[in-house]
């Protein structure tokens, strides 16, 4: 058998074959590429069984495409066994937006265990980004196009010259989904923009505006988080989460708990939240600033 496409950087670690070796139960069954022989995942367990001297190993065969193989690998490597790191999951990523550019950044997210938007980020440095088309594929395999801002926009166009057409009509030439033409429509009629990330919301007096994000995109930047074990397996990322799941709320929700602030209360309940909003925004600055650095430096 060849040795796997490995995606840890680092390569295998011996201390980790050693501990599988000693343990006194049937381990799950490699995968192996069938045409090529090339073990796709389980290479700690095959090392495990070469320290142990056994003779036979138990194999599952895989018939996917070779293009294919990495990514498998990735996922498997990421559904158990021994976590993969952040700079092995940033590699990854990289490799998967340079052998299947079509992906969208939430469908290659979802493999490399990272968020969309730092995928997103990851593509705008890569050196194939000037040949990537204006759609993706998403995880469901339907087509969208890659910037779903400009989806609404020419949906709103379409709405506007033939306000009787239907919704379907409307997202197949848009390529956007029929319920997105249904949301641009309901803007539309209470005079707001297309694009939900133009829309400002209505900010406490003092306080700077700030963009209107979809709930839905919030929701799964948040899935991804609790879904990425570098946070979830670590004291400090499961507060992290915390915290960034109890700020969630819509603008209904902050409607709500402004009309539920008693007035005498009103003056502190200012204050704290422009200093939370405040720390929030020092951390964003200084988590931009990292990021900004490593990308130099990658």
Sequence with gaps: MLPADSPRLSGEKIEHARLLAGVGVLLPPIVVHRSSMRVIDGMHRL????????????????????????VLAVELNRAHGLPLSRADRRAAAQRIIESHPEW????????????????????????VQSEQSNTRVGKDGRIRPSDGGEGRRRAGELLTENPAASLRDIARAAGVSPATVGDVRARLARGETPDIRRQPVVAAAGAPDVPHENAA?????????????????????????????????DVKQLDDLVRSVPPHQRATVVRLAHERA????????RLGRESDTEMRSA
């Design 47 to 70: 090392e495990a069984a070469r320290m142990r001297g056994d003779d036979t190993i138990a194999v599952r065969f895989h018939d996917g495409l070779d293009v294919d193989l990495f």
């Design 104 to 127: 969208s950044d939430r469908r290659i997210a979802s493999i490399a265990g990272l968020a969309a938007a730092t995928v997103g980020s990851i593509r705008r440095c890569s050196t």
């Design 217 to 249: 995109g919030a929701v799964g930047l948040m899935t991804s988080l609790k879904r990425d074990p570098s946070l979830r397996f670590t004291e400090l990322g499961r507060v992290l989460i915390r915290l960034l799941d109890c700020s969630s709320m």
């Design 278 to 285: 405040g720390v929030w925004r020092t951390f964003a600055d």
